[in-house]
């Protein structure tokens, strides 16, 4: 997937007449030094792309990598060397960056959400409010920042929202969900997500069996903490296992109140779907 995003980048940035300006601006091939340095706090993701970038136009470049995905830098530590044709960096620059910074950008974002909650119960997860062709690359940075990948797409976990209500509707909410969660311990897999407006549509949610209640849209208050302690022992007089979630709303402001109300998932579309990139730069040196 890495080679594939890469490739597409790379076509998309060089189109049919490649890098025009350093076409025109170097008279003959040469060999340099290039480094990429932080220009602010954050955390690191995207490394294996910006390296593909390079090795993509320069197979012979070589890389030293002074960090690793997951780690912390602070404005102005060296992240990666290169040593390469000028041309194929300077094509290859912002590609690299772009992946390497939007992709940060998300690891980082997802660390201030992991450590506004820390010593909750609660877990910081993903949407799949992501750029699409990337998923699971921002994924990928999610759990490097801490938090954890909720459903990959719409294939390999059943969340019944809303909209499937209304559509399956008059079927009673609880009948519905029962006849999925059976249909779903059929294929081995019991634990289906089911969204909740209100305390009526959460305990029908319990009623039908399912494995997570998603309380969408709720304020971090005291009402909120009622309704998840009332799902709990729902879920324990019926000797069901269940997990509580949350979103929408949820920002970095609120984030330690949901928490507080006792859930265990705060899901956050914000992670990934308006993420400010880390500030890095690539610096050509000298003549290798």
Request: proline residues 2%; contains cysteine; glycine residues 8%.
């Amino acid at each position: 997937m890495v080679e594939q995003c890469v490739r597409r980048a790379l076509e998309e940035d060089l189109g049919a007449s490649g890098d025009v300006t350093t076409r025109l601006a170097l008279t003959s091939a040469r060999r340099v030094a290039a480094r990429i340095v932080a220009k602010a706090d954050g955390v690191l993701a995207g490394l294996p792309l910006a390296a593909q970038s390079f090795r993509s136009l320069d197979p012979q470049a070589e890389l030293r990598f002074h960090r690793r995905d997951g780690e912390p830098v602070v404005r102005g530590d060296l992240v990666m060397e290169i040593e390469g044709d000028a041309a194929a960096i300077l094509a290859a620059e912002r590609t690299a960056l772009n992946f390497l910074q939007r992709l940060s950008g998300v690891a980082t974002r997802t660390r201030h959400f992991v450590e506004l909650v820390r010593g909750t119960r609660a877990r910081i997860l993903d949407t799949r409010k992501t750029t699409p062709g990337l998923r699971l690359l921002e994924k990928q940075a999610v759990v490097l920042g801490g938090g954890e990948a909720h459903r990959v797409g719409l294939f390999d976990q059943v969340l019944l929202k809303e909209n499937h209500f209304a559509c399956a509707a008059p079927e009673p909410r609880a009948e519905i969900v029962a006849r999925v969660v059976a249909a779903q311990r059929e294929l081995g897999d019991a634990s289906v997500i089911v969204e909740a407006r209100d305390e009526a549509e959460a305990l029908a949610a319990v009623e039908g069996g399912a494995g997570v209640v998603l309380l969408d849209n709720f304020a971090p208050d005291g009402l909120l903490a009622q309704l998840v302690a009332s799902v709990r022992l729902a879920a324990e007089r019926r000797g069901q296992t269940l997990e509580v979630e949350v979103s929408g709303g949820v920002d970095l402001t609120t984030v330690r109140r949901y928490a507080e109300c006792g859930v265990d998932r705060i899901s956050i579309g914000a992670l990934t779907h308006s993420v400010t990139a880390l500030d890095l730069s690539l610096l050509v040196e000298v003549a290798a």
